[in-house]
Every structure is written in structure tokens, then in C-alpha cells.
């Protein structure tokens, strides 16, 4: 059964931004990497940064706090396979952006 959920249009953010997403009791945020939308988390497994103040470099989403770097393919840190923020699929319909609000599998890749 779909679960999909319309949270932004096209255009609302911008390439290497990221904007913070409330979906239903979720805290998010999107991201444009690129050409790519992602979702993950939105405050950080380190101290609770706000990663909607975050920027996007080089494949991941950068903690405004101290830096920590998240990829957002997968959520994990670079540095540590401890470090991993929750993941959300996102796809584009029309002119809409829409997330499934079910976290996706971690794998370990
Ligand atoms: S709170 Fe995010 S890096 Fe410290």
C-alpha cells in the first residue's frame, strides 16, 4: 500500500540546500544533492543539530553544529559506521516531491 506523501513542489529547494520537512509526527529534512532529492532526520545523531541549517558537500549533508558529515545515499557518516541518520525515498510526481515516511532499510553499504 502507498504511503507516499506530498511535502514540497519542485523549485522549493534549491541544489546543495536543504529545508525542513514536518510530516506528520516526523521531523525531516529534503535536500537537493545535485539532481537528487533525499530526506533523512532532521536533527543529528551527535548533539541534536538542526540539519535544516545544514548545507549539502560532496554526496552528503553537513551538521551546521561541529560538522559532521552524513552521505545522503544512506545516511552514514563517512567516518564511522556507528553514525547514520534514518533515510526517506523520495520521489518526484509532476510538479510535486512526495516521501514514503517509512525509514528505509540500512543497509551497510
Ligand atoms: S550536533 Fe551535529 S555534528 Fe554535533
Known amino acids: ?4 506523501r506530498a511535502v514540497a ?3 522549493d529547494v534549491r541544489s546543495g540546500d536543504v529545508i525542513a520537512i514536518k510530516l506528520e509526527e516526523l521531523e525531516l529534512v529534503l535536500g537537493l544533492d545535485g539532481d537528487r532529492y533525499f ?3 532532521r536533527h ?6 538542526d540539519l535544516a541549517d545544514g548545507i549539502v558537500s560532496r554526496g552528503c549533508v553537513v551538521c551546521p553544529h ?7 545515499l544512506t545516511g552514514r ?3 564511522s559506521d556507528d553514525h547514520r541518520l534514518k533515510t526517506y525515498a523520495v520521489r518526484v510526481v509532476g510538479d510535486q516531491i512526495e516521501i514514503d515516511p ?3 532499510e540500512q543497509s551497510k553499504e
Do not use: D, I
Open 77 to 79: 557518516a563517512p567516518e
Open 39 to 41: 530526506a533523512t532526520q
Open 1 to 4: 500500500m502507498s504511503t507516499w
Open 102 to 104: 517509512q525509514p528505509q
Open 9 to 11: 513542489k519542485v523549485g
Open 44 to 49: 543529528c545523531v551527535h548533539r541534536g543539530g
Open 66 to 72: 561541529h560538522g559532521w558529515r552524513f552521505s545522503t
